[in-house]
């Protein structure tokens, strides 16, 4: 236990205070002009970002509001959800526990987790704890995420250990990349076994505290007691809208170690500054650790924006890291997306610099437009493109997707159906990992409900024929075609996407409904 323990009240003042205080640079100008760029371009609610350049914060940037139209503006240390940049400090709590002699990469997950189970039992054999960071287990993208999305729901960390046991893979183990989130949820809960500690005690003992990080909240506590947070927003009708709102108290949901942490541009800009050097943190973590978390493990298919926009040759998944190559330098990144917030995150290690960025609203675009701009301008600055040109690109790419047909489609004149239009789809019905929902007659229509994810309610339209999902709470890029298959006892209900586009979490396509009994 000693090493784990070692030196914490040390290395909490070894990051200078001042790590997030950006120092003069003749550059500051060019990197506030790319930050109001892309935040006037998108309209954003509010923005932060962070500048390392050679070992030096050289810039941080605030724009906007916490929650639009009420005043208070963002901070360096207002508070955002950084999601699946959450991933990359899972990793390091359970290389911790690898320097600290508490478990092993190679340790099989059933030894820390009995009740682990797969859809193959080869595969529940087989399956090491660094395999639960590198997503090769051979699920489909994003499978068995709707036990953690839309939040809240009412899935434990044991529903969804048990739930990866019905989730039929799509590919083979160790041979094909899927992103998926589940397998950090079991990496978070190997990491308290091994650690003797909840998850979120341990991230708050093993980077938090180490590393001065000391506004970032995980687990459960008060939006109240902390203040200056960022809400999340979307956009209705050109405007941005606050959109799940923090309660009185922020729980300890089962997605944390997937992407529950919360953090300023100042707690990211001393998490970034002791990845990227060492003595800033000595101890912390060795460098065998340290190039554990950053070794290629899992190759990724290479998308062609970044062979025409990086030349980008080779690109892998570490321990929770992606891998790449940008203009010829090392690149280490990730991005994070969570219910109206972006994040991203990059590192060019060899030069010591990086910049983050996080965003309270819909920026997919414009975190991607931003980070381009900013990390350009250290890998190629001849090129001399600011964010427009990359939104620009970013547009003609949406553009081609829609002359080719890729868009969601026009529903026929819709109206809501009643019992007796769709009797065949009416009941209760079940589902292995995602359980029970109905399908019963209310308000003068038909009401689908799933039991254990309340925002998963709406009213059944009808599009011609062809039964629909019209969502109560979620935005029309989530509803769902209704698809019945079969006949007599081996009658199946399907959900189907109906915009292409939908985020991947919302895997419908693994969930096969039995129906099991008639409406009360």
Not at 390 to 409: I, T
Not at 467 to 478: H, M
Request: charged share 20%.
């Amino acid at each position: 236990m000693k090493p784990l323990l070692l030196c914490l009240a040390l290395l909490s003042t070894v990051l200078p205070a001042a790590a997030a205080a950006a120092a003069p640079a003749p550059e500051a100008g060019f990197h506030d002009r790319m930050v109001q760029q892309a935040f006037d371009h998108y309209r954003l609610p509010g923005i932060a970002v962070g500048v390392f350049e050679d070992g030096k914060v050289v810039h941080v940037a605030t724009r906007g509001e916490l929650a639009a139209g009420e005043g208070q503006p963002v901070g360096a240390d207002s508070l955002f959800k950084i999601a699946s940049n959450t991933k990359a400090m899972t990793a390091a709590v359970l290389a911790r526990l690898v320097q600290a002699g508490r478990l092993r990469w190679d340790d099989p997950v059933t030894r820390y987790l009995p009740s682990f189970r797969m859809y193959d039992p080869w595969v529940t054999r087989n399956m090491q704890v660094r395999d639960l960071l590198i997503h090769n287990s051979g699920l489909g993208l994003g499978a068995g995420d709707l036990m953690l999305w839309p939040e809240p729901n009412h899935f434990s960390r044991q529903d969804i250990i048990a739930g990866l046991a019905h989730l039929k893979p799509v590919g083979s183990f160790r041979s094909d990349y899927a992103y998926d989130n589940l397998l950090y949820v079991v990496a978070g809960e190997v990491a308290a076994v091994a650690g003797g500690k909840s998850y979120s005690e341990l991230v708050r003992q093993e980077i938090f505290v180490p590393l001065g990080m000391e506004r970032c909240q995980v687990g459960e506590w008060s939006p109240a007691a902390v203040g200056d947070i960022a809400q999340p927003h979307y956009r209705q009708d050109g405007r941005n809208v606050v959109g799940g709102r923090d309660g009185a108290r922020e729980t300890d949901f089962p997605s944390m170690a997937a992407g529950g942490v919360r953090c300023s541009v100042n707690d990211m800009l001393r998490w970034m500054q002791a990845l990227l050097d060492p003595a800033q943190a000595p101890g912390w973590l060795d460098a065998t650790q340290r190039r554990a978390l950053w070794t290629a493990h899992m190759p990724m298919p290479i998308s062609q924006r970044l062979r025409d926009w990086d030349n980008t040759h080779f690109l892998a998944y570490g321990y929770g890291w992606r891998l790449s190559d940008m203009d010829g330098q090392w690149k280490v990144a990730h991005t994070g997306t969570l219910s109206g917030m972006y994040s991203s995150l990059a590192l060019l290690p060899d030069r010591r610099s990086g910049v983050v960025i996080l965003i309270n609203g819909e920026g997919e675009a414009a975190r991607t437009a931003l980070m381009q701009a900013l990390l350009k301008h250290q890998t190629a600055p001849a090129a001399g493109h600011d964010v427009l040109h990359y939104a620009a690109l970013l547009e003609r790419e949406k553009a081609q997707r829609r002359s080719a047909g890729h868009v969601r489609p026009e529903l026929e004149p819709v109206h809501a159906a009643d019992a007796r239009e769709l009797a065949a789809y009416t009941g209760i019905w079940t589902d292995p990992w995602f359980g029970r929902i109905t399908l019963c007659p209310a308000d003068g229509g038909i009401t689908f409900a799933a039991e254990k994810s309340p925002a998963l309610r709406g009213q059944v339209m009808l599009s011609g024929r062809r039964p629909w999902v019209q969502w109560q709470d979620l935005g029309e890029d989530a509803e769902a075609w209704l698809q019945l298959a079969g006949d007599g006892a081996q009658r199946r209900l399907h959900l189907r996407a109906i915009d292409p586009d939908i985020d991947f979490s919302y895997d419908y396509q693994d969930l096969e409904f039995e129906r099991i009994g008639a409406c009360p």
